[in-house]
């Protein structure tokens, strides 16, 4: 008898809501479906890099209970250190990507699904054409800002937490008469902040992908005052330029940076412009976090069973993503070519303008 397909799951890049319910489908499809073999890959690549490699088969009873359900990943993730350029403990960096590619053979892989953000799937890509690797790469990131997908796993879970924030700033921004600023999380797309903001009755959305000025600001939070409101709520996407076109955030230790503070800056100035008191509040990492909202498992689950399917039939260097009410699949080099920014000239855009909601000016040179 031949023996059984054996395939390696892994989630890279940053967490987010959802990721154990694609886990759980891809061990479904893969095991009921197929009758492959399913081995969970710890912490990303950096699992494969380990002897030996840090893996374990995943058979059906570890999702008996309440996986489905559960925010963040039973396989662990990482979103530091690129395998071609390794920073090492002394300080050099090392290209480990063969270490990677050695231990795919070593678990005697037949195909590997790779459930990350563009960032990681790209990586993924770059090891998969190097050593000859069958990826099929499944998209998730709460900054939903992979290219050719509609949804990502992890969004709409982001969207309803930064959503429900602004219900519950909503009361106490009218008990106090303030001006709450929230930022949201999002990377370089203002995505997060654009849905939640419309969802969430904001008075203005600030982004990335759309300049904005202080005086347009002020006269949007005064203009509400004069219409008899006494308090506003402001969201902010933390990779939103401030006015003059400074991003704010700090240069990590690793050498990286991380956004992180815009929304203080904002609050200050609205104080400053407009006399009213402001506060802010940043949510952070409790996007990532929590259960995932059913949508997003609902995505997670149709992405895991598809990448099996493509597994199944031998087409891989794919990506599978949610277009036009289906899982469909393109060409991983498609979903990686291009970040998915928010469009200016989009329906939500229109939609946010035509609540009179203030966005900064999305016919402006400058805007992407
Ligand atoms: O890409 C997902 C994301 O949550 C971004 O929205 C955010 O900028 C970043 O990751 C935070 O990364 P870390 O968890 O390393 O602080």
Redesign the pocket.
């Known amino acids: 008898m031949a023996e059984a397909k054996r395939i390696g799951v892994l989630t890279s890049?940053?967490d987010c809501a959802g990721l154990n319910a694609a886990i759980r489908a891809v061990a479904y499809r893969a095991i009921e479906g197929y009758g492959f073999r399913v081995f969970g890959i710890h912490h990303g690549t950096h699992g494969l890099m380990e002897t030996p490699v840090a893996a374990e088969e995943l058979t059906l009873d570890r999702f008996d209970g309440n996986i489905l359900r559960m925010g963040g990943t039973i396989l662990g993730s990482m979103?530091r250190g690129d395998p071609f350029a390794y920073p090492m403990p002394d300080g050099t960096v090392k290209d480990r990507s063969d270490e990677i590619i050695d231990g795919y053979r070593e678990l005697g892989l037949d195909a590997l699904i790779g459930i990350g953000?563009d960032g990681s799937l790209a990586i993924l890509r770059r090891l998969a054409l190097q050593g000859g690797l069958n990826l099929v790469g499944i998209p998730k990131?709460?900054?939903n800002d992979v290219d050719k997908t509609e949804n990502a796993i992890g969004y709409v879970t982001a969207v309803d937490v930064a959503s429900e924030a602004l219900d519950r700033l909503q009361p106490t921004a009218a008990s106090h008469d303030r001006v709450m600023v929230l930022e949201v999380?999002?990377?370089n797309a203002g995505h997060i902040a654009l849905s939640a903001g419309i969802s969430g009755g904001a008075d203005a959305i600030l982004m990335p992908e759309i300049p904005w000025t202080m005086e347009g600001l002020s006269e949007k939070i005064l203009d509400v005052r004069q219409n008899g409101r006494n308090f506003a709520l402001v969201i902010v996407a933390?990779a939103a330029q401030l006015p003059d076109g400074e991003t704010v955030g700090r240069r990590r230790s690793d050498g990286g940076f991380?956004?992180g503070g815009v929304g203080q800056r904002v609050s200050e100035m609205i104080e400053k412009s407009t006399g009213a008191e402001s506060r802010v509040t940043v949510l952070g990492?409790v996007q990532?976090g929590g259960a995932p909202a059913p949508r997003d498992r609902l995505f997670a689950s149709a992405f895991g069973v598809c990448a099996v399917d493509l597994v199944a039939q031998g087409r891989f260097d794919r990506l599978v993503v949610w277009s036009n009410r289906e899982c469909r699949d393109v060409p991983l080099a498609d979903g990686i070519a291009t970040s998915h920014r928010v469009d200016p000239q989009g329906t939500l855009v229109h939609t946010a303008t035509g609540l009179d909601i203030y966005i900064g000016d999305p016919g402006a040179s400058g805007a992407v």
């Open positions: 890049g940053g979103n953000g990131t709460i900054d999380m999002g990377r933390e991380s956004f990492h990532r």
